[in-house]
Each structure stands twice: as C-alpha cells, then as structure tokens.
C-alpha cells in the first residue's frame, strides 16, 4: 500500500501530464472517446505498476510508453463500433488552426502521427522519442522525415485544387 506522499506524487505527476497523454493518445486513435479510454487505462496500469519505474525524472516518458502500448492494444481490439451521432470535435484545449493541415494529418499513419506529435507539440528530442517507442533514432528521423513529406505534399495538393 502506497503512502500519502506518494499518492500525492503521482497525482501531480498525471495532472501535469493529462495534457500530453491526449494529444499522443488522439495521434494514434484518432477518436476522442478511444483515447480519453486508453488514457485512464494507461494510468491504472502505471498506478499498479509504479514500483517498476526505477527513476521519479523518467515518469513523463516511462507514462507515455504506457499510453502508447495500451494505444496499440485499442487498435488491435477487433470489433469497435462507433456511433457517429456521439461524435464530439475535439477538446481538451486542442486547437486546430489548420482544417487542410488536420486533414493531412490524418492521412498519416499511426507510427508517424505519435512521431510529429511527441517531437513538434510535445518537445521530446529523437533520443526520447526512440525510448518512448522502442525502435532505433535513425528509424525516428525516418519517421519525422517521411511524415514531413507526406504532409508536405498533401498541403500542396490541397493548395493546388484551391
């Protein structure tokens, strides 16, 4: 049984890192509800696992590898339904400046998606990135470089049609 400072810790520690672990979780799920879930999914899991984590300064990374796998366990869940009619915009102070530029984003696939997001609106480096998701820094970069492309090339379609 975790003692009241340590409880406390955590608290602090999930609340200041809510924000972050539903923008990664939309990049992947790309579905409100689905991502609010695996969020709080990913949070009890690190609740009952918190002796497992060997450094307190690695708790936002160490949490976010959480969220990613509990991600790809909602991706790999067969069969989803989805109820259109309860379909909410996007919240949680998320602001879309960009409707082409969401667009583009979603013709991204998962990989690349969590890649953009952790290292424009998150900040992580490379290194952390490759941590978070268990694969090497070169594929990393490819992962940005692709991505950057893809959009890149998305936007100027969508500008030419215009």
């Known amino acids: 049984m975790r003692n009241g400072s340590e409880n406390a810790w955590f608290s602090r520690e999930i609340e200041a890192v809510a924000p972050t672990m539903f923008r990664v979780a939309f990049a992947i799920l790309r579905n409100r509800a689905d991502s609010e879930d695996a969020a709080q999914n990913a949070v009890l899991k690190a609740y009952t696992h918190l002796d497992k984590l060997k450094e307190r300064r690695y708790f936002k990374t160490w949490m976010i590898r959480i969220l990613k796998n509990e991600c790809s366990n909602f991706v790999r869940s067969a069969f989803r339904t989805v109820n259109l009619d309860a379909c909410e915009p996007i919240g949680y102070d998320m602001e879309v400046p960009d409707l082409d530029l969401n667009r583009a984003f979603d013709t991204l ?25 268990e694969v090497s820094e070169g594929t990393v970069r490819s992962r940005l470089s692709r991505a950057r492309e893809a959009l890149r090339k998305k936007l100027s379609e969508q500008e030419a049609m215009l």
């Open 109 to 133: 696939n998962a990989d690349e998606r969590l890649a953009i997001t952790l290292f424009y609106f998150e900040g992580y480096s490379t290194r952390e990135i490759a941590k978070i998701c």
